[in-house]
């Protein structure tokens, strides 16, 4: 018998394998591969989304290079993937030192995740409700002496969305990392203890190698949520109904205001598709790149 033969049980799996996936991928293919290769032709048409679209090729991605809308919301996008992405991280490892062998880590575990289980609106209004002139934060600099700040001056919004990202995300990072760090036996632990390791030795040569196949599998998951980041931005930066001001904006909200957020007298269904596609491309390789850098040999423990 060679070596590739098959018993008949294995092919008996073989054959029932098949009509138990069929299913989910058909509703995939439905719900997720026919709208993105849907978003791509579309791309490369002028279409309002009413009439009948119109070839136009690439005009549209060469038009979103000098578009600054989409500069400035391209450039935002990359603040919140890497900029909040890295703080998030870096709190996230912090708390992991701290709540590894505090008493009531799973009270402040809780407390810190709480923010992330909250509306995004619900949020937004309590953000800008602290930082507005009249704001929360501006009375209680009134009663220490200290003048009111205007935090939601032009120079200053984007700098507030982007912490009120870090305090939203960070909860929820570090429980997902907890998550990884709590199968570690103690006996690890125990062991570097009696070498003399301290706590940032024991996270270094314990912690972070046993659950970097969970660091890396939440770095993907940030990649791929960040860039869809978009009901906080438009609650917090518009105003009775209005967009935020394309300063605020990242690749979300860009495709949402050139379509149904009707800023144009026409929407341009093409030209959102377009920025979509790009902001799609970006993603796959960001993926790509992350699991390459993070792939190591898994460890047995």
Known sequence: MSATAHSPLERRRGRIFGPF???????????FIGPTLYAMYTSLTDWDGINSPRWAGVRNYTQLLHDPAFESAFGNTLKIVFGVGAVVFALSFGF????REMRGRRLIRGVIFLPHIVSSVVLAIFWGSLLSLDGLLNQALGHLGI????WLRPGWTMGAVLLALIWINTGYYVTILMAGV???PESYYEAARLDGA??????????LPLSWDVTGAAA???AITSVKIFEFILAFGGNQGALPPTYQWNNAMFVYGETVGGITPLNQFGYAAAS?????AFVAVLVVVLRRLMRREALQF
């Open 21 to 31: 996936v069929a299913p989910a991928v058909a509703l995939y293919t439905a719900l």
């Open 96 to 99: 992991l030192l701290m709540l």
């Open 147 to 150: 003048d009111a700040v205007q």
């Open 182 to 184: 709590d199968r570690i």
């Open 198 to 207: 301290n706590a940032w030795q024991r996270f270094r040569h314990v912690t």
């Open 220 to 222: 993907v998951l940030w």
């Open 276 to 280: 979509a596609v790009t902001t799609l």
